[in-house]
């Protein structure tokens, strides 16, 4: 079977619980979608008092929700497993994937899926269209991007996940580091200190996730959206080296 095959078999064997209770998939989905958007009529509120705060406007603000909702949801939505890191290493029933012939990593990611999320993606297209001020016609250019950010937020999310190999009972810390990402995606950056923009963009790259792709829409760059993408390879690449390491890390401790 090949990778992207097999990627689809897990998929699949993740999804087939939601299938066979879709009532109940609909109304977490719901919740999620309605709570979405009580919480940014603040933002609306508070952008039909003051205009605008250092150039960012409602439709700004919209966008980079959208974005963050489409990324955040896609990610634990189909690939919520990797989340379990912690537990699996700490109880060991890490060892059932690594005796697998295939790689562990895309059957823990596929492991589990939060089904609340489904209704943060469905929640981007309102963030986009309604209140961003998008037309249909950006829809291909605004897919694309939002793949690459939901691709960033996903491989820093192995790489936070993957601190549990090295830190025993890691689990809550990894969920800590996880909310400060997700946390600092929300937050209009634009006009932050250059010391925090670096953060953003190195340790914690929610730059990528939410100010690049709000960038892109506003501006589109050619380059930029190259510089994005190349961002999406890095991050990806260098959670798969973290977590095969932590991963070699765990063996040997297993086998002394």
Not at 103 to 126: E, I, K, T
Not at 159 to 175: I, K, M
Not at 224 to 253: D, E, H, M, T
Request: hydrophobic fraction near 60%; charge should be neutral; proline fraction near 4%.
């Amino acid at each position: 079977m090949t990778l992207p095959a097999y990627v689809l078999a897990l998929l699949a064997a993740n999804l087939r619980e939601h299938y066979s209770n879709a009532g109940r998939a609909l109304i977490f989905a719901g919740f999620m979608f309605a709570q979405n958007l009580i919480f940014f009529l603040a933002w609306v509120f508070f952008f039909g008092s003051v205009g605008e705060v250092q150039g960012w406007r409602l439709q700004d603000v919209s966008m980079l929700y959208g974005f963050l909702a489409f990324a955040f949801g896609v990610a634990l939505f189909l690939c919520d497993g990797i989340r379990t890191l912690p537990l699996c290493i700490q109880d060991g029933s890490l060892d059932a994937l690594i005796v697998r012939p295939r790689h562990p990593l895309p059957a823990l990611m596929f492991s589990r899926s939060s089904v609340s999320s489904l209704g943060d993606v469905l929640s981007a297209p309102l963030y986009w269209f309604v209140f961003g001020g998008l037309t249909v016609d950006r829809l291909p250019v605004l897919l694309g991007v939002a793949l690459l950010a939901a691709a960033v937020l996903q491989a820093a999310t192995v790489l936070t996940y993957s601190v549990a190999f090295w830190l025993s009972g890691g689990g809550r810390f990894s969920d800590q580091l996880f909310e400060i990402l997700i946390i600092a995606a929300a937050v209009p950056q634009h006009g932050q200190p250059l010391g925090i923009k670096l953060v953003l963009f190195t340790a914690i790259p929610a730059g990528f996730v939410t100010l690049i792709p709000v960038s892109l829409m506003r501006n589109f760059d050619a380059w930029l959206l190259a510089g994005l993408a190349a961002a999406a390879l890095a991050y990806a690449a260098a959670a798969v080296l973290v977590f095969n390491a932590g991963l070699k890390r765990y063996i040997s401790q297993a086998a002394s």
